[in-house]
Nanobody, 118 residues
């Protein structure tokens, strides 16, 4: 079984920074893709960024200049560095990962709350 666990969320003031972590653990061999999503109350789930073995990409006009994704393949961990945070960044941030082990896996974490005050 593969588990995906996010951490690092919390309360931050306008303009502050947070670094989120997503750790994949369990019985697997290869992670193909890791993704960050976020979902604010009353809004649709939004893709924040994507990490593959070869690249990382930030999506969204308001986030691409402020957010950055890195990945530590040895630790099976993906990070989301968020700078210059705004109230509109407030959301539950979710990690999604897929890959291969004994079987193909496709798993979601439970999310970590990010709240940005004005």
């Amino acid at each position: 079984q593969v588990q995906v666990v996010e951490s690092g969320g919390g309360l931050v003031q306008y303009g502050g920074s947070l670094k989120l972590s997503c750790v994949v653990s369990g019985n697997f061999f290869t992670i193909n893709t890791m993704e960050w999503y976020r979902q604010a109350p009353g809004k649709a789930r939004e893709l924040v960024g994507v990490s593959t073995r070869d690249s990382t990409t930030i999506h969204g006009d308001s986030a691409w200049a402020r957010f950055n994704i890195t990945r530590d393949e040895y630790k099976n961990t993906m990070y989301l560095q968020m700078n210059s945070l705004k109230p509109e960044d407030t959301a539950v941030y979710l990690c999604h990962a897929n890959g291969w082990g004994p079987r193909f896996f496709d798993e979601w974490g439970q999310g970590t709350q990010v709240t940005v005050s004005s």
